[in-house]
């Protein structure tokens, strides 16, 4: 069944949700590698072998929700929260931008405090840094969407964590399912070049899920997606479950350079906080990008959304001096410029 499945995946058809189950069930040793060599290929055809660095800044750790696996839940009253000022924003932005990044990312976790117009204001101050701005800031009205687009960001990223509507609605408790798709449509109507993606190894999950993940992605025909390994955090109700598989995360994203081939696929940083070589490894398998962290040093152990996250400790020129050894170890080079979408013809 995988031999199939590879034939055509490798002769360029439309792979069905069969394919894609075949495709994620393959065995360690020849059909994995099978695998891997194919989404490698397609990586170098359709992405080529710039590696992009996106800098990401967390720039405040309070969340009105409670998302099951994240450490971030307003449930967690053990953690000590933060907000960086928005002037302190533009000042890191400038920064990686000095450091070379031709996009700035601007992460938090789902904070009101942070209203549509103080958003748009630090999104005009990167903007006339001449780099792409992606906002990754949660569910918000479609107005306020728009305000952030008219203020110049380019990207929004806003996985959707699992095409399983039920284990979604499981995992978010006061979440809706078609909310979250409907953000993505707005995103998409307003002229966002969109990311979305999914959690891998979330409890109770299928194959069968996974596969509904890739071709949920294929139908919203995303120009980013970002596919990592659930790990668990101790101060959530998912604490005592088993982490996501890491040699099923790389079987997702080489699959998913199969069924989304211009997407642009990171290697997550919860991979590397999964194995010390998983990035590398990610990028060898069909990844083409990575998101250094930007945050200031001292907050960084705040934002764990899962325990052990790598780079606590280091501050943003350490991670960009690292990443730049670890592309060239692979023997590709990074991006120059914004990175933007890969498709043909640009949204
Ligand atoms: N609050 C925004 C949101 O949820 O879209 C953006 C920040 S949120 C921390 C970014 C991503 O972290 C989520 O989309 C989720 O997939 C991921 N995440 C949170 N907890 C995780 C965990 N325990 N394991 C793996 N990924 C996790
Ligand atoms: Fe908040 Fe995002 Fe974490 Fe959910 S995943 S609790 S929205 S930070
Ligand atoms: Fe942060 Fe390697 S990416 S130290």
């Given at each position: ?42 990586r ?11 800098g990401v ?27 960086l ?35 748009a ?40 964590e ?67 390994p ?24 080489a ?61 943003p ?31």
């Open positions: 069944e995988f031999a199939a499945s590879w034939q055509r995946a490798a002769a360029g058809e439309e792979l069905d949700r069969e394919d894609i189950v075949n495709l994620l069930a393959a065995a360690p040793g020849e059909e994995e590698e099978a695998l891997y060599r194919l989404a490698d290929g397609v170098a055809r359709m992405a080529g072998d710039e590696v992009h660095l996106r800044i967390e720039f405040s750790n309070y969340c009105r929700r409670r998302c099951c696996y994240c450490g971030l839940r307003a449930d967690n009253a053990r953690l000590h929260r933060y907000r000022m928005p002037e302190d924003i533009v000042a890191v932005a400038r920064q990686g931008v000095e450091l070379g990044y031709g996009t700035i990312v601007l992460q938090s976790g789902e904070d009101p405090w942070y209203t549509a117009p103080v958003l204001g630090i999104v005009r101050e990167i903007k006339k840094m001449g780099v792409a701005v992606t906002l990754c800031v949660g569910e918000r009205p479609r107005e306020e969407y728009a305000l952030w687009r008219e203020a110049g960001a380019d990207r929004y990223l806003l996985k959707h699992t095409a399983n509507e039920e284990l979604y609605a499981r995992l978010h408790p006061g979440m809706s399912w078609q909310e979250r798709l409907q953000c993505l449509q707005w995103l998409r109507e307003l002229g966002y070049q969109v990311g979305s993606g999914n959690i891998i190894g979330l409890p109770g999950q299928t194959l069968a899920d996974l596969a509904d993940d890739l071709l949920l992605l294929r139908q919203l025909d995303v120009e980013m997606a970002g596919l990592g659930f790990i668990p955090h101790p101060a959530t109700p998912l604490a005592g479950e088993p982490a996501g598989s890491l040699e099923l995360t790389y079987r997702v994203v699959t998913a350079r199969l069924v989304i081939p211009f997407a642009h696929l990171p290697a997550t940083t919860a991979v590397g906080t999964l194995a010390p070589n998983g990035r590398q490894k990610a990028l060898q398998r069909g990844a083409n990008v990575i998101m250094p962290n930007l945050t200031p040093t001292r907050y960084r152990a705040d934002y764990q959304i899962y325990p052990n996250k790598i780079c606590i400790n280091e501050g020129e350490d991670c960009r001096y690292c990443l730049e050894g670890m592309v060239r170890a692979l023997g590709r080079r990074l991006g120059r410029g914004p990175g933007h979408t890969l498709k043909p013809i640009p949204a």
